[in-house]
């Protein structure tokens, strides 16, 4: 057998240097992290070479008696962890999933109610250079201007105004629980339905530590790759009444072949979500949010919303007159990795921002704890107060090495 080097030793050679990466750098992204041996030898295996269109004992294909044991399996389990009616394990990722939720749902031209990008909602929740914002008339709410908490009153006098057929709930940086029964209430004021989209809180809810809308909305969407710690992709929860319009809406309306390895992926993910193991580490993930959140307060930076109740923390840069891109670059450069985010009421522009997202799931994932929490947050506000410094930064990540060095990271080194 010829090894990936042997066959593409440039892309041989992009892997191992990506490896590397993964290993010297501590990543705060909070929509990342890193999946298990198990669900990588799944998702990276000859299951790649089948055709499985259709669903479990109704394929268009031949020889797929063993996908539908794999699809079932993912099937049955992410309705077990969920309590849900009905799952699709198909959608290739979360875009998709919300992409079939509403062809489930809605028809073009609907008025649909979303969470604005810019307070924290999310691309496919109606920005107007997605599909979802060019298909349908969404109307955006947001965060209470003292608060940044969501608007909910804001949200119910824009329901009424303008009677939206659906109320799309979830968000992609914000740091406070959602209240889904109020959304529900609000929804049912006007007559409209709930989807909400857990992508970034699935691995919480799976275990009971974040409220589940699943008694509340009509469907609930997600990713499988971030709390959830799984195979990059997505699927689909709904009650059972709406089972055979979101089967067709992911297929054959949205999608062609299903990725079977990355349902194999998913299935073991499902399977590793229901071990205790994995609710200790979403208590991890929980605790290192709150220890960074009051490290980076108590050195006087700024958090949206004043902390978190969930795996982000989204701090805002302003008074430190350094911008999110420049401190994503310097953080970067010390071999932290996070993104720069706009805040609610942004001034800058999305490309430069006034923000950076610091997540936990990936740290955790690794084995990080207080200590590790408090070293990161020192780091953060020393990197940003000795701005451009570059005798500091070197120093800084030699540092963040030997912390890299204590912690193996899953799916790589162990
Ligand atoms: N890219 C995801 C995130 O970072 O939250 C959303 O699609």
Redesign the pocket.
């Known amino acids: 057998m010829f090894s990936l080097n042997d066959v593409d030793p440039e892309i041989s050679r992009a892997l191992e240097r990506e490896k590397k990466r993964q290993k010297e750098t501590i990543n705060l992204?909070?929509?990342?992290n890193y999946a298990s041996s198990a669900v990588l030898e799944a998702q990276g295996s000859f299951l790649t070479n089948k055709y499985a269109e259709g669903y479990p004992g109704r394929r268009y294909y031949g020889g797929c008696e063993n996908m539908d044991t794999i699809e079932t399996l993912a099937v049955e389990r992410a309705k077990d962890i969920f309590h849900a009616g009905h799952a699709n394990v198909q959608p290739h990722s979360?875009?998709q999933a919300n992409m079939a939720a509403y062809y489930t749902l809605l028809s073009y031209g609907d008025t649909v109610m979303g969470m604005t990008l810019a307070h924290g909602g999310?691309?496919?929740h109606g920005a107007g250079v997605s599909f979802s914002g060019k298909s349908y008339n969404f109307i955006h709410y947001g965060v209470n201007r003292e608060t940044e908490r969501i608007d909910y009153a804001g949200m119910e006098k824009l329901a009424k105004e303008h009677q939206p057929k659906l109320i799309v709930a979830g968000a992609?940086?914000y740091p406070r629980i959602i209240d889904f029964e109020r959304i529900r209430y609000i929804a049912d004021l006007v007559g409209a339905k709930v989807m909400v989209d857990i992508?970034?809180i699935a691995g919480m809810v799976s275990v009971g530590l974040h409220p589940s809308p699943v008694p509340y909305a009509d469907i609930v969407t997600s990713?499988t790759h971030?709390t959830l710690r799984g195979p990059r992709g997505g699927f689909v929860l709904c009650r059972k009444e709406y089972a055979a319009a979101l089967d067709s809406a992911v297929f054959p309306m949205m999608q062609g072949g299903p990725l079977m390895h990355a349902i194999a992926g998913k299935a073991v993910a499902f399977h590793e979500a229901v071990q205790p193991a994995f609710t200790e580490y979403q208590k991890r993930v929980l605790d290192n949010a709150q220890t960074l959140a009051a490290e980076l307060k108590h050195s006087g930076l700024r958090l949206v919303s004043g902390g978190t109740d969930n795996h982000l923390v989204l701090v805002d840069l302003t008074s430190t007159g350094v911008t999110g891109l420049e401190a994503e670059e310097a953080l970067g450069r010390v071999n932290i990795v996070v993104?720069r985010n706009s805040i609610p009421f942004e001034l800058r522009s999305a490309r430069i921002t006034s923000g950076i997202?610091l997540g936990t799931p990936a740290v955790s994932s690794r084995g990080f704890g207080k200590e590790e929490m408090k070293f990161i947050a020192d780091t953060i506000v020393k990197v940003i107060s000795n701005h451009g410094n570059a005798d500091f930064e070197e120093r800084a990540r030699q540092d963040v090495l030997k912390v890299c060095s204590r912690f193996p990271v899953p799916g790589i080194d162990i």
């Open positions: 992204i909070a929509s990342e979360g875009a999310h691309l496919t992609s940086s992508a970034h990713t971030k993104n997202r």
